[in-house]
C-alpha cells in the first residue's frame, strides 16, 4: 500500500521560498509518476505540478509556471517542491500524490498523505 508523507510546510512573507518534501513508501517510487496538489480553504483541491518516472519531464499549472519547480530522488524515494516568489493566494494544504502509471497522463492513485500547510503572509 503507497503512503505519502508530506513536509516542509510553514509560514513565509510574501516573495519568500519554501521547499517542500514527500516521501512515499510501500511500491518501487522510481517506476511512477508524482504530483503536487493543493487545497485552499473553502475551495477544491487542484493541481500544481506533476513529474514523470525518471524526472525528465514536469508539468506545471499555470499559477505554478515560472514560480514553482518539482523534482524527485529516486534513490531517496523522495519528490520536491521547491516553491519561490509566494504569495498569499499560494496558502493551501499542499498534498503529494502518487502517479497510476509512469507518466502524469496516466492519473494517480486516490492515496493522500496528512498533507503540508502552507500560510503565506502579505
Known amino acids: 500500500q503507497v503512503q505519502l508523507v508530506e513536509s516542509g510546510g510553514g509560514l513565509v512573507q510574501a516573495g519568500g521560498s519554501l521547499r517542500l518534501s514527500c516521501a512515499a513508501s510501500?511500491?518501487?517510487?522510481?517506476?511512477?509518476?508524482m504530483g503536487w496538489f493543493r487545497q485552499a480553504p473553502g475551495k477544491e483541491r487542484e493541481f500544481v505540478a506533476a513529474?514523470?518516472?525518471?524526472?525528465?519531464?514536469?508539468h506545471y499549472a499555470d499559477s505554478a509556471k515560472g514560480r514553482f519547480t518539482i523534482s524527485r530522488d529516486n534513490a531517496k524515494n523522495t519528490v520536491y517542491l521547491q516553491m519561490n516568489n509566494l504569495n498569499p493566494e499560494d496558502t493551501a494544504v499542499y498534498y503529494c500524490?502518487?502517479?497510476?502509471?509512469?507518466?502524469?497522463?496516466?492519473?494517480?492513485?486516490?492515496?493522500w498523505g496528512q498533507g503540508t500547510l502552507v500560510t503565506v503572509s502579505s
Open positions: 500524490s502518487a502517479g497510476a502509471g509512469r507518466s502524469w497522463l496516466a492519473g494517480y492513485l486516490e492515496v
Open positions: 510501500g511500491r518501487t517510487f522510481s517506476s511512477y509518476a
Open positions: 513529474i514523470n518516472w525518471t524526472g525528465g519531464s514536469t
